[in-house]
T-cell receptor, first 114, second 111 residues
Framework: DGGITQSPKYLFRKEGQNVTLSCEQN?????MYWYRQDPGQGLRLIYY???????QKGDIAEGYSVSREKKESFPLTVTSAQKNPTAFYLC?????????????FGPGTRLLVL | GQQLNQSPQSMFIQEGEDVSMNCTSS?????WLWYKQDPGEGPVLLIA?????ELTSNGRLTAQFGITRKDSFLNISASIPSDVGIYFC???????????FGTGTRLQVTL
C-alpha cells in the first residue's frame, strides 16, 4: 500500500522536553512538508524539503527543527523553544514542487502538553 | 503568510440538498486544490485545478477555477451524511511554490 504514515497518533510533551514526530512516505515523492493545524484555522507551513539533505523554513518555523537524510523520511522535532506546541501536526508529500504539484497528507499527529 | 478567504465558515444543510462554497484571493493563483478533512484525520484531496476556467467533477463534487484566477468554487450535489467534514481550499500564487490554505468550511448534514 502506497501512502504517508505518521507516528505516533497522539504524543504528550512535558515542559522543557523535545519531542520528535515521524513522517514516512513510500510514494517516491521528492518533496515533503510539515504543517501545523489549530482549531478553526487553516494549515500553516512549518518546514518543507524539496530534495534530500535540503530544507527551507515555512511561515512558522521558530521552535521547530527538521532533517531530511532519506527521501522517504522527514522527521519534525518540536523543541522546548516552542512555547505553544499543542496542535495537530500534518505531514504531506508531493512528486515535485512545481506548477502542477499536488500534495497528499498523512493521518496526522496530535501533540498535547502535560 | 497569506491565507485565503473561504466562505461560508460553516453550513448546516439537510440531506439531499446541494452545497456551494468558495475561496477568494487578492492575488492570482495558478493552482487550486480542494480537500476534505474528517475529524482527527489528515485532509484528503478531492479535486485539483490547473487552468483558469477549468471545470472538473469527481462524482457528486464539481469544482471550478475562476476565470480571474483569484477564486475557486466547490459544489456538492445531493448531499449525504458522509459529506460531513471540513472542506479546505488551497492555492498556489503565481510566483511562489508553496501552497496557501483557506480556513475551511465546516459542513454538517441533517437527516
Amino acid at each position: 500500500d502506497g501512502g504517508i504514515t505518521q507516528s505516533p497518533k497522539y504524543l504528550f510533551r512535558k515542559e522543557g522536553q523535545n519531542v520528535t514526530l515521524s513522517c514516512e512516505q513510500n510514494l517516491n515523492h521528492d518533496a515533503m512538508y510539515w504543517y501545523r493545524q489549530d482549531p478553526g484555522q487553516g494549515l500553516r507551513l512549518i518546514y518543507y524539503s524539496q530534495i534530500v539533505n535540503d530544507f527551507q523554513k515555512g511561515d512558522i518555523a521558530e521552535g521547530y527543527s527538521v532533517s531530511r537524510e532519506k527521501k522517504e523520511s522527514f522527521p519534525l522535532t518540536v523543541t522546548s523553544a516552542q512555547k505553544n506546541p499543542t496542535a495537530f501536526y500534518l505531514c504531506a508529500s508531493s512528486m515535485a514542487s512545481g506548477r502542477q504539484e499536488t500534495q497528499y497528507f498523512g493521518p496526522g499527529t496530535r501533540l498535547l502538553v502535560l | 503568510g497569506q491565507q485565503l478567504n473561504q466562505s461560508p465558515q460553516s453550513m448546516f444543510i439537510q440531506e439531499g440538498e446541494d452545497v456551494s462554497m468558495n475561496c477568494t484571493s487578492s492575488s492570482i493563483f495558478n493552482t487550486w486544490l480542494w480537500y476534505k478533512q474528517d475529524p482527527g484525520e489528515g485532509p484528503v484531496l478531492l479535486i485539483a485545478l490547473y487552468k483558469a476556467g477549468e471545470l472538473t467533477s469527481n462524482g457528486r463534487l464539481t469544482a471550478q477555477f475562476g476565470i480571474t484566477r483569484k477564486d475557486s468554487f466547490l459544489n456538492i450535489s445531493a448531499s449525504i451524511p458522509s459529506d460531513v467534514g471540513i472542506y479546505f481550499c488551497a492555492g498556489r500564487p503565481g510566483t511562489a511554490s508553496k501552497l496557501t490554505f483557506g480556513t475551511g468550511t465546516r459542513l454538517q448534514v441533517t437527516l
